[in-house]
């Protein structure tokens, strides 16, 4: 048994390390490419930014863009780049970055390459409650979804986990998958049949249901980046710890992890970002499904590096795709969670194909 964990650990550090990932092989060992490469990432964020604030239903010159920020006087131009692109391009760059660690964390302590929110049915979860505060209580702002959506994910994570662990050889990612479509079904048909019923909470929440950054301001903002900034913090914290545990719970023991606090701890941080997100812009599938296989296939499985460079990919792809959903049917728009399905959905069936086992 000592031996296996030897071998692990040196396949571990040294076959999966970021400088013998496809992307670092042949360059020199003095050069750090994964620091250069969350610079590149940076910079490919800010050039989206600035064509997300560029790029909408208004026709705005650039030279207004710039004046927008640096002598702003009220105008039509001015308000809608200050009060309405500019919070909408930032929520994008949290949610993208707060959903894409979420299902790292979820891959990383499942051990399961499926492992993301919105397949798992947390995100149907989260979105259930929210309707359900909307339709029963009459809650209508963010402050008061983020409540409801923690603890709707919550109580679906648990029920999906529960579910799953029912199954022939208990908890695999194959029973996780199927318990969470099985709790996604379930919860969407509650979901439609609630709005069937009441037709002011579907006007209320439409666009948000199927995932959208329209009608985002300032103050969402506000409401969910403690929640996102805590779930951020709690990611890196037991990021090493993630890192040992995806190698196998028994290696993780034998390493002395204690493996029920990083488990505890890594849903914690799930619940907090997945919640504000889904409270804040609605359910948006597979940003955390597809994202960490890109980083992984970049930076290898050291989750120290697969956090930070999912943060930055996902902002990247959740601010290109509502690009794209405001240009395709210009000057309307559609929902950024079709955009990123348009991505996600033949991924899924790629990883279901080919690297879920029993």
Not at 25 to 50: E, N
Not at 192 to 220: H, M, N
Not at 335 to 342: I, S, W
Request: with cysteine; glycine share 8%; proline share 4%.
């Amino acid at each position: 048994m000592f031996s296996l964990y030897i071998a692990q650990i040196y396949y571990f550090t040294y076959k999966m390390s970021p400088s013998n990932s496809p992307f670092t092989r042949g360059f020199p060992q003095s050069l750090t490419l994964p620091v250069a490469g969350l610079i590149l990432g940076i910079i490919v964020l800010v050039a989206c930014l600035i064509l997300s604030v560029t790029f909408g239903a208004a026709n705005i010159p650039f030279n207004q863009i710039i004046t927008a920020f640096t002598s702003f006087d009220d105008t039509r131009e001015h308000l809608i780049i200050r009060t309405v692109r500019l919070p909408r391009s930032l929520l994008a760059m949290l949610v993208g970055a707060a959903m894409s660690v979420a299902g790292a964390v979820m891959q990383g302590i499942t051990r399961n390459p499926l492992a993301d929110p919105g397949i798992l049915g947390i995100n149907a979860g989260a979105a259930f409650a929210v309707v359900v505060a909307i339709f029963a209580f009459g809650a209508s702002t963010p402050s008061v979804y983020i409540w409801y959506a923690l603890a709707g994910a919550g109580i679906t994570a648990a029920s999906v986990y529960f579910m799953a662990s029912l199954g022939r050889n208990g908890v695999t990612p194959l029973n996780l998958t199927i318990a969470g479509a099985a709790v996604s079904s379930l919860l969407a048909s509650l979901t439609t049949a609630i709005l069937i019923v009441s037709q002011r909470t579907l006007e209320e929440i439409r666009f948000w249901l199927a995932g959208s950054l329209a009608g985002i301001d300032e103050a969402i903002i506000v409401q969910v980046l403690p929640y996102i900034c805590i779930g951020m913090i709690l990611a890196i914290a037991i990021s090493q710890q993630i890192t040992i545990l995806s190698l196998g719970e028994d290696v993780a023991k034998g390493l002395g992890q204690q493996t029920l606090w990083v488990k505890i701890i890594a849903g914690v941080c799930v619940l907090l970002l997945d919640g504000s997100s889904v409270a804040a812009a609605g359910s948006i599938g597979f940003i955390g499904l597809v994202v960490p296989h890109i980083v992984r296939f970049i930076v290898g499985v050291d989750y120290r590096w697969i956090i930070p460079y999912s943060a930055l990919f996902g902002a990247i792809l959740l601010l290109a795709s509502d690009i794209l959903s405001r240009l395709v049917i210009r000057p309307q728009e559609i929902p950024v969670g079709v955009a990123t399905a348009l991505v996600g959905a033949p991924f899924f069936v790629y990883l279901a194909k080919n690297k879920v086992k029993k």
